[in-house]
């Protein structure tokens, strides 16, 4: 268990009555990045929530491990400090929260904040800017790896940090979390896997209605996503299930 | 032709249109005639109090001072580096001093439109004046303080502040009280001139204690390519307080802007709102209000946007935050448009205290209580109130230290 940087076993989770998680069993080693691959509401951003401990997420069933410690029942910021640094799809927008305030609690260092700003190419004036309100679907991203950047966590969490973005801003993004993964183990969360032209995956999971369906190397199950959408994924699942591997 | 004396008379029984009716009479006029001091010499509990609401003794930081406690002047002083670009005096000083004061006397607020109006006409305790003069730039703020010492007293006070053409200053006006008052009522009538291409930024903080009553009434005036900002700050409990300020853009391109917010607590009635008449082309308003309740605090939080131009704009945002379910928030937006080409605007949301922005700020490493707080004083964020860096510091060290120890 201990090489493993985060480990979930059997997770089940519900919000609201209905089963969003069914069964997830994922294993991380240290140091590896890995990339979760699924259809819209498949539950990806679900298993996100879930890792935070987030209280509308419900464990029916199920332990998730990091760094060798069960944190099922801790709260979110306790599983952040334990350095779980997660960029969020879709943040909320909080008015007179600056950015400054929440990367200054990330990190007290202000050359770095400034140095991490550059890296984004994100003006200081961001500093003083409410968190996410009026920013561009570009500037979110850029503020999500930014937090991400000044926590400094071991294991980063990125929800679908390509959707949206544009070429040039994709570049930029890309460049600098290939840089931030480097030595760090992760989960990559992608739709589209735009991203996997900047990093290096090692391994790639594909979720289906709220439950891994299948493991492998990315670039091949990406290509398979590419060339025949998640159909492929269905097709797959069925030969297994004819082969009683599931 | 009644005089402003004889209207004050028949309107001394008249209630408020707003908020609750009080008995004036349960108020005390006693009050012990202070001797005029420097604010260095005034007592500790004193200082401190006025510090709470922005008003310092460090006389450096400010361009000059007003300090009236309960119906004495104590205190009034100019910088020397502003001699002969304000003046600031008592308003009797300044009523027998200028003749030409009465045409600018209960020309923004009618004597007689309540009792509160009509008791600081009849029973006038004290005020100040405070003129800017032509073209003249003050770069540090003017400030003022309305303290009252003696328990369950009326403090009636009458302003005047006119910033005269070309001119630009800041004021911050801070009422509280000795921490060992408990009730009392305070009529502040104040009445505002900002005169062709002039620019005026009021601040009024108010500290008062939980059975205190405030009813300020304050009018102004707006003339061409003026610009005038007008701030309101209160985050202690008090008993009720009831204002209704009203703003008339008479010049072309006359600008009005009013920011608010308000803490309630406890059993805090608060009723504030803010009028903006729009009467000239070019014209422009904006009123913006933050109201926050908790315990079992009542809010009515008022606009009113009323444009008698084709060319003019306004827009009214008010929001709320709910924090106790004993509370409540009653946002009453209002826009009167008399003439075509008239773009008035409104936004009104209340709700309490988002879930989702506290998650995603504990996935930041904040703690639920910290992540509250953070969005809590997020929601006062005192930069709407567009004010220099050192006296915007100032207030949200107040509502930090005030509003936040609450959480």
């Known amino acids: ?246 | 032709m009644y005089t402003s004396k004889d209207r004050a008379l028949r309107a001394i029984n008249k209630p408020s249109e707003y908020g609750p009716d009080l008995d004036i009479s349960q108020y005390s006029r006693e009050a012990k005639v202070w001797e005029a001091c420097l604010l260095s010499n005034l007592p500790k509990d004193i200082l401190e109090r006025a510090l709470s609401v922005g008003v310092t003794a460090d006389e450096k930081e400010r361009a000059a001072t007003y300090f009236q406690i309960d119906h004495s002047l104590i205190f009034k002083a100019i910088q020397n580096a502003f001699e002969n670009k304000i003046e600031v005096m008592s308003i009797k000083e300044a009523l027998s001093k200028y003749d030409w004061l009465k045409e600018y006397w209960w020309k923004t607020v009618e004597v007689d439109k309540d009792k509160y109006t009509a008791i600081a006409e009849i029973a006038l305790d004290q005020g100040y004046f405070i003129r800017i003069l032509e073209d003249q730039k003050v770069i540090l703020p003017l400030q003022a303080c309305l303290f009252i010492s003696t328990d369950n007293l009326n403090q009636n006070v009458h302003n005047i502040i006119i910033a005269e053409p070309g001119s630009e200053a800041q004021i911050i006006t801070g009422c509280t009280l000795h921490p060992t008052v408990q009730r009392g009522l305070h009529v502040g009538i104040t009445e505002f001139y900002v005169k062709r291409d002039a620019k005026l930024t009021f601040t009024m903080i108010h500290n008062w204690a939980q059975k205190f009553d405030s009813r300020p009434r304050s009018g102004a005036i707006i003339e061409d390519n003026g610009v005038f900002v007008s701030n309101y700050v209160c985050f202690k409990p008090l008993k009720s307080l009831q204002a209704y300020p009203v703003a008339y853009c008479v010049g072309k391109n006359a600008r009005v802007r009013f920011n608010s917010i308000v803490y309630g607590l406890g059993d805090s009635y608060i009723d504030v709102g803010s009028k903006i008449v729009l009467q000239n082309e070019g014209c422009r308003g904006e009123i913006i209000s933050r109201a926050i309740a908790r315990d079992r605090a009542q809010i009515y939080a008022r606009g009113f946007l009323l444009s008698e131009h084709g060319d003019t704009k306004a827009h009214l945002e008010c929001r709320g935050l709910l924090l106790s379910n004993g509370a409540m928030i009653h946002a009453i937006p209002e826009l009167v448009a008399k003439v075509q080409g008239a773009e008035l605007t409104h936004e009104a949301a209340i709700g309490k205290i988002s879930e989702e922005q506290v998650q995603y700020l504990m996935a930041r490493g904040f703690s639920r209580s910290e992540a509250e707080a953070l969005i809590v004083r997020g929601f006062m964020d005192v930069s709407i109130l567009g004010l220099p860096k050192d006296l915007e510091k100032t207030i949200q060290g107040m509502i930090d230290a005030v509003a936040l120890g609450a959480l």
């Open chain 1, 1 to 246: 268990m201990t090489d493993n940087i985060l480990e979930i076993h059997d997770l089940s989770v519900e919000v609201s009555g209905k089963r969003v998680l069914n069964g997830v069993n994922l294993r991380i080693p240290e140091g590896e990045v890995h990339v979760l691959f699924g259809p819209n509401g498949s539950g990806k951003s679900s298993l996100v929530m879930s890792l935070l401990g987030f209280p509308a997420y419900k464990i029916v069933s199920g332990r998730i491990f990091f760094k060798g410690k069960d944190i099922t029942d801790l709260p979110t910021d306790e599983r952040v400090k334990m350095g779980i640094s997660v960029a969020f799809q879709h943040p909320p927008a909080i008015r007179g929260v600056k950015l400054g305030q929440i990367l200054r609690h990330l990190t007290p260092d202000e050359k770095r904040i400034i140095d991490l700003l550059n890296k984004v190419k994100f003006p200081q004036s961001f500093l003083e800017r409410d968190v996410n309100l009026g920013f561009s679907g570009g500037e979110i991203k850029k503020s999500e790896i930014l937090q991400v950047l000044a926590h400094g966590g071991d294991f980063i969490i990125l929800d679908e940090p390509d959707s949206g973005v544009d070429v040039e801003n994709l570049r930029i993004l890309g460049t600098v979390i290939n840089e931030t993964l480097r030595n760090r183990s992760a989960l990559i969360i992608t739709h589209l896997g735009v991203i996997l032209q900047y990093i290096d995956a090692k391994l790639a999971h594909v979720l289906m209605n709220g439950t891994i369906v299948c493991s492998g190397l990315p670039t091949k199950i990406l290509g398979q996503i590419l060339n025949e959408g998640y159909a492929w994924c269905e097709k797959c699942i069925q030969a297994r299930i004819e082969r009683c591997e599931l």
